[in-house]
């Protein structure tokens, strides 16, 4: 069956480090794989979208994301973060005509 | 540019009560449609899907019902609200080929 896994339920990054958010999939065919932000209280925005071609994406906000088929991962970063990145972050797996999510992983910024 | 209205925002709504969510999408024709809860400190769950009108899937038995009757028009209702309803409802249209899903801004619901 298909499955999204996100390891990591909070992570805790300084303003200005780097941020890495794993997600792994388990998935038959080629994917379609996403990545989105929810702030409190707000739905949901899409960061960005692999579907085919290179491997690495770029999103918005300064998001990047690679997809490694050998490790079944779509792992979501950013190389120096900020206090306004602070949200929830889920991957997704688009599975026929439903996505398939993560749990999330919320991130938290410390001053 | 295809947009996704959802209202309300906010509701508090007594054990027992009726309930009717909204969704619509503009600029666009035929979209797949969905309704998510996401209960606190919990992911998404899918609710309904709708790929066109009068018609519903639903993934989950709940005492919640789903309905399509227009192409662009998409309500999540329930006859008589249980405390376990309460959650975060988002109304979501599918857009297609894998280029993602698009949400609305989402409805805080709490039955009391």
């Known amino acids: 069956a298909q499955s999204v896994t996100q390891p990591d339920i909070h992570i805790t990054v300084s303003e200005g480090a780097s941020l890495e958010l794993r997600c792994n999939y388990s998935y038959g065919a080629t994917p379609y794989l996403f990545w989105y932000v929810q702030s409190p209280g707000q739905g949901l925005q899409l960061l960005l979208k692999y579907f085919s071609g290179d491997t690495l994406v770029q999103g918005i906000k300064g998001f990047e994301a690679e997809f490694k088929r050998s490790q079944s991962s779509f792992n979501l970063r950013k190389p120096s973060v900020h206090w306004s990145d602070a949200a929830e972050y889920f991957c997704a797996v688009d599975s026929n005509y439903q996505l398939i999510w993560g749990a999330g992983t919320k991130l938290i910024i410390k001053p | 540019s295809q947009t996704i209205h959802q209202w309300p925002a906010t509701l508090v709504q007594p054990v027992g009560s009726p309930l009717s969510l909204e969704c619509t999408v503009e600029?666009?024709?035929?979209?797949?449609l969905y309704w998510y809860r996401q209960a606190a400190g919990r992911g998404l769950q899918l609710l309904f899907y709708?790929?066109?009108?009068g018609q519903i899937s639903s993934e989950v038995p709940q005492n919640l019902s789903a309905s399509r009757p227009q192409d662009r028009q998409f309500i999540l209702s329930s006859k008589k609200l249980l405390l376990s309803d309460s959650g975060f409802y988002l109304c979501?249209?599918?857009w297609g080929g894998g280029n993602g899903y698009t949400f609305g801004s989402g409805t805080r619901l709490t039955v009391v």
């Open positions: 979501a249209w599918r």
């Open positions: 600029g666009t024709s035929n979209p797949n």
């Open positions: 709708s790929v066109g009108i």
